[in-house]
């Protein structure tokens, strides 16, 4: 069963996220004085999730390429090994067949 290396949550894009002492909870405090102040929070915000996702992309492409690389590897070994052995294997099938020291009389059949 895999287990999860990451994890990624969507945030609220036009909420700040600040928290507030006590003594600022009891007065109401206008967050945003205009329009533009909301759309460049949430540009701001938009950016910081979508940097947050390409950091965790590229963490998941850079394991993909160790896996690759792994895996390149050890296919290499074994296309050496398969060659080695079809060369042993072309070999035997040149030579001729080795004598036996026992002669077919004395196999008693």
């Given at each position: 069963?895999?287990?999860?290396?990451?994890?990624?949550?969507?945030?609220?894009?036009?909420?700040?996220?600040?928290?507030?002492?006590?003594?600022?909870?009891?007065?109401?405090?206008?967050?945003?004085?205009?329009?533009?102040?909301?759309?460049?929070?949430?540009?701001?915000?938009?950016?910081?999730?979508?940097?947050?996702l390409?950091?965790?992309?590229?963490?998941?492409?850079?394991?993909?390429e160790?896996?690759?690389?792994?895996?390149?590897?050890?296919?290499?070994?074994?296309?050496?090994?398969?060659?080695r052995?079809?060369?042993?294997?072309?070999?035997?099938?040149?030579?001729?067949?080795?004598?036996?020291?026992?002669?077919?009389?004395?196999?008693?059949?």
């Amino acid at each position: 069963m895999p287990f999860c290396k990451r994890t990624i949550l969507p945030k609220d894009v036009c909420k700040p996220d600040g928290r507030r002492l006590p003594e600022e909870a009891r007065r109401p405090v206008e967050i945003f004085g205009d329009l533009a102040d909301v759309c460049g929070f949430s540009l701001c915000s938009v950016l910081r999730q979508l940097s947050d996702l390409s950091r965790c992309s590229v963490s998941i492409l850079e394991e993909l390429e160790g896996e690759l690389v792994s895996v390149c590897r050890r296919s290499g070994a074994l296309e050496g090994r398969v060659a080695r052995l079809q060369r042993r294997v072309t070999e035997l099938v040149s030579q001729p067949p080795p004598k036996s020291c026992y002669g077919e009389s004395n196999l008693g059949f």
